[in-house]
C-alpha cells in the first residue's frame, strides 16, 4: 500500500527533503478542517500528563531504589543511572529520524508509549517477585546481583529508554500539528498549547515528587511502581479514544538524512580545492514553488571544507532538470549551510554540555547524600526523592521573580525593558554549578565527619542540610539550560527548529556519559596505597566524596574561562535585547 493511501495519514502535505518539520509548518486542509483542535488536544494533553507523571516517578527515585533493593555500590549505581539517562536522551535523535522518515509522529508515539509501559511494568516485576533482586544487606554484608537479575532490571531500564526515545521528541510537535497556524487564531491556539502543555508537565512532576515518591519509599515500592505502570496505559488508552479526532501527518524526511549526505558528499570529493572552485560551480537549485516554509539560506565563506559537497565536477551529476542525480555526491548550498549552521553552534554547545555535567551529580551523588543524612524532620521521615522537588521550586522561583518583578522593575528605573543577554546567563549558570558543587563538597565533608564520629552509617546531619546544593543546580537549569535551547532554537530557521530539541538532547545525554566516564577514572586513579577513595563504595562515609565534587568545580571553573575567551564569540549575532525600543517591545507584547 502506498503511503498516500494509508488511512493513518490524513494530510497529504509534503515537505521537501531537505528540512524538517517544526510545529508552524503544517496546516491542515480543507479535508481535515473538522480534526484537529481543542477537541483533539484534550486527549494528547491527557496522554502527556500520565506518562509524564508515571515516567517522572521513575526518575526520581531510580537511585534510591537501586541502592536500597540492588544493592548497588556508588560506582555501579551512577554509571547504570547516569547511562540509563544519557541513553533515554540520545534516544531521541534516532526517534526523531524514525518518525520524521518512516512511522510519522502518531505512530512513534504510540510504540514508545507500548515501550515505556512494558518497561516500567517489569520495573513493577521487579518490585513485587523478591527473588528478581539481591536479598536485603545483613549489617554491612551486602550481596551482589546475579547476572540474570541485572538482565531483568537492565531489560526494563532498554524498554523505557526506547519509549523515552519516541515520546520525547514526538509530544510535544504532535500537539502542535493539530492547530492551522495559517490563522490569527490558530497561532493564539498554538500559544496557549504551549502554556498547559508545561502546566499539565508541572502537575505532573509535583504529584510524581511528592505522592508517588513518598509511596514508593515510605509504603511500598510495589505499589509506588504499580501506580506509574497504571498511569502508563491510562495514557495509552486516553490517547488511542482521541485517534478519530487528530490531524495525522505524512512523515516528511529528516534534516539528520541531509547532514550525512553533505559529510559523505564532501569526503567523496576532499581532493577537490574549493578556493578554486567559481561559486556559479555550486549546486544551488531554487526551492520548489510547493516548498512556502523552508527559508533560503545564503551561501556563507566559513567551513569552506563542507563546501565541496556542492561543487558540481560534472555536469552529468545533474538530471534534465538540473536536479541531483545522487544527493550522496552532490548536495545543495542550503543542505551544505544547514549543516554550517549546526557546526558554528559547536562551541557554545561544549560549554552547555560541560556545565550540565554538574547538574547530574544532585541526581546520583546527590541522592546518596540524601539516603545517608537524617531524613526525619519533626516526626515525618522525607523520602530522599524529594530533593528533586528543591531543583525544581528553585527553578521556577527564579523564573517568576525574573519576569514579574525584576524586568518590570528594571523597566520603571531605566525607562527600558532589560532583559539579560544569553552571555550573562549562560555565564551565570556556570556560576551557578560551581556553587552547587562546592557547597556539595563542603557539606558532604561535614556530613560525613559526623557520621564518623557516631559510628553510624546515617549522618545526624539534617537532609535539609542539602537544600542549598540543590537550589543552586535548579539555578543552574534555570540559566544555563534555558539560554542555551533558546540559543540552539533562534540561531535555526524555522524549518530546522525541531532539530532543535532533538540536539538539546543529545547534549544531556553526553553530559551524563561523561559523568559516567569521570566517576570510573577517578574510581580507578583514586583509593590506592591505602587512602580512601573518593567514591565507589555502597557506604559514603569510607569515601571522601568531596575531592570529587571539588574537582568537577574545577571543570567548571575551567568552563567559564574557555567560555568567556572562545566560546561566547559565537553568540557575536545575538541581538541585543537592550537594543529594542520601547515601541518595539509594546508591540511585541501586545501580540
Known sequence: MEKEDDPIYSTPFRQSSHSLPSPYMFAPNISTRSKGGWRAVKYILGNETFEKLASMSLIANITVYLHTKYNMDGILLVNVVSIWSGTSNLAAIPGALISDTYLGRFRTLLFGSISSFLGMGVMTMTACIPHFRPPPCNGSQCQKSENWQLGILFAALALLAIGSGGIRPCNIAFGADQFDVSTEKGKHQLESFFNWWYFSFTLALIVALTVVVYIQTNVSWILGFAIPTGCFLLSIIIFLIGYHTYILKEPQGSVFIDMAKVITAAFRKRKVTVASVPETSLYDPPLPASDSETTNIPHSDRFLCLDKAAVILNPSELDDQGQAKNE??????????????????????????????????????????????????????????????????????????????????????????????????????????????????????????????????????????????????????????????????????????????????????????????????????????????????????????????????????????????????????????????????ETVESV
Open 328 to 585: 550522496w555526491k552532490l548536495c545543495s548550498v542550503l543542505q551544505v549551510e544547514q549543516l554550517k549552521m549546526l557546526v558554528g553552534m559547536f562551541p557554545v554547545w561544549v560549554a552547555g554540555i560541560i556545565c550540565f555535567i554538574a547538574m547530574d551529580q544532585n541526581n546520583t551523588t546527590g541522592m546518596l547524600q540524601a539516603i545517608q543524612t537524617n531524613t526525619i524532620i519533626g516526626g515525618f521521615n522525607m523520602p530522599p526523592g524529594w530533593m528533586g522537588l528543591v531543583s525544581m521550586l528553585s527553578l521556577s522561583s527564579w523564573i517568576f521573580i525574573y519576569e514579574r518583578i525584576i524586568v518590570p522593575l528594571s523597566r520603571k528605573m531605566t525607562g527600558k525593558k532589560r532583559r539579560m543577554t544569553m552571555r550573562e546567563r549562560i555565564n551565570t549558570g556556570i556560576v551557578m554549578a560551581c556553587l552547587s558543587l562546592l557547597v556539595a563538597g563542603f557539606i558532604e565533608k561535614k556530613r560525613r565527619i559526623l557520621a564518623l564520629e557516631q559510628k553510624s552509617f546515617k549522618s545526624s546531619l539534617s537532609i535539609l542540610a542539602l537544600v542549598p546544593q540543590f537550589c543552586f543546580s535548579g539555578l543552574t537549569e534555570a540559566f544555563a539550560a534555558v539560554a542555551l535551547m533558546e540559543f540552539l532554537t533562534t540561531k535555526l530557521p524555522e524549518s530546522m527548529r525541531t532539530v532543535s530539541g532533538a540536539i538539546f538532547f543529545l547534549s544531556l545525554s553526553i553530559a551524563s556519559y561523561l559523568n559516567s566516564l569521570l566517576v570510573n577514572v577517578i574510581h580507578g586513579i583514586t583509593g590506592k596505597n591505602g587512602a580512601a577513595p573518593w567514591l565507589g563504595g555502597t557506604d559514603l562515609n569510607k569515601d571522601t566524596l568531596e575531592y570529587f565534587y571539588f574537582m568537577i568545580a574545577v571543570i567548571e571553573v575551567l568552563n567559564l574561562i574557555y567560555f568567556n575567551v572562545f566560546a561566547y564569540r559565537f553568540l557575536s549575532k545575538e541581538k541585543d535585547p537592550n537594543s529594542i525600543t520601547e515601541e518595539k517591545q
